[in-house]
Nanobody, 117 residues
Framework: QVQLVESGGGSVQPGGSLRLSCVVS????????MAWYRQAPGKERELVAG????????NVADSVKGRFTISRDNAKKTVYLQMNSLKPEDTAVYYC??????????WGQGTQVIVSS
């Protein structure tokens, strides 16, 4: 069974940074693309960034381009989301999932990010 455990969220002021982590078990991590999603209050869940299995390809949403970076460490079975220059509109629960641009498994508990002054 696939398990996705996100962490690293918190409360930051606008302009701040956070790094999210997602530890994955139950799959051969190094053979799977991964992605980060987020869901803001009252909105649908949206794709934030995707990364191919060996990290050679990445894609980020236009709304976070230039501010967010996705990366992975296959030895640690972990995918990361570095978030810089955070804005209030980045406030959301952030989730990871298997797949480059569409989720393939059940969701984990997510990690809450709040950007507020």
């Amino acid at each position: 069974q696939v398990q996705l455990v996100e962490s690293g969220g918190g409360s930051v002021q606008p302009g701040g940074s956070l790094r999210l982590s997602c530890v994955v078990s139950g799959i051969i991590f190094g053979l799977n693309d991964m992605a980060w999603y987020r869901q803001a209050p009252g909105k649908e869940r949206e794709l934030v960034a995707g990364i191919s299995s060996f990290g050679r390809m990445t894609n980020v949403a236009d709304s976070v381009k230039g501010r967010f970076t996705i990366s992975r460490d296959n030895a640690k079975k972990t995918v990361y989301l570095q978030m810089n220059s955070l804005k209030p509109e980045d406030t959301a629960v952030y989730y990871c999932n298997v797949g480059y641009d569409a989720p393939r498994h059940s969701w984990g508990q997510g990690t809450q990010v709040i950007v507020s002054s």
